[in-house]
């Protein structure tokens, strides 16, 4: 897989207090991803970005919801999230 497909697949580090607890408690950690990425793509895509062997990848795949803003009507747009579990010994540093 090469550097440019790597980077399209992991778009951003999703972090919100859920994520920060997992991070802690069960290392795991949440990205958005790219709508069109599979989870053995994402799985190399990590591996390969932070040097870390991943464990498992569960991927959610958030809804468009309806907002308004004032009187247009519009919508949110819709995202992939990746939950990766790393293996015992490695870790993340995400404060960058």
């Known amino acids: 897989m090469n550097q440019e497909r790597i ?5 951003s580090p999703h972090l919100t207090e859920k994520a920060s607890q997992q991070m802690g408690q069960k290392r ?12 053995p793509e994402i799985k190399k895509a990590v591996e390969s970005l932070f040097k870390v062997e ?3 990848v569960n991927i959610v795949n958030s809804k468009t919801k309806p907002k308004r803003f004032g009187r247009f009507a519009g919508t949110r747009s819709g995202y992939k999230k990746a939950y990766v579990r790393l293996k015992p010994g490695f870790d993340i540093d995400l404060t960058v």
Request: a neutral charge.
């Open 7 to 11: 980077l399209q697949i992991i778009q």
């Open 28 to 39: 795991q950690y949440v990205f958005k991803v790219s709508s069109d990425a599979s989870k």
């Open 54 to 56: 991943a464990e498992q």
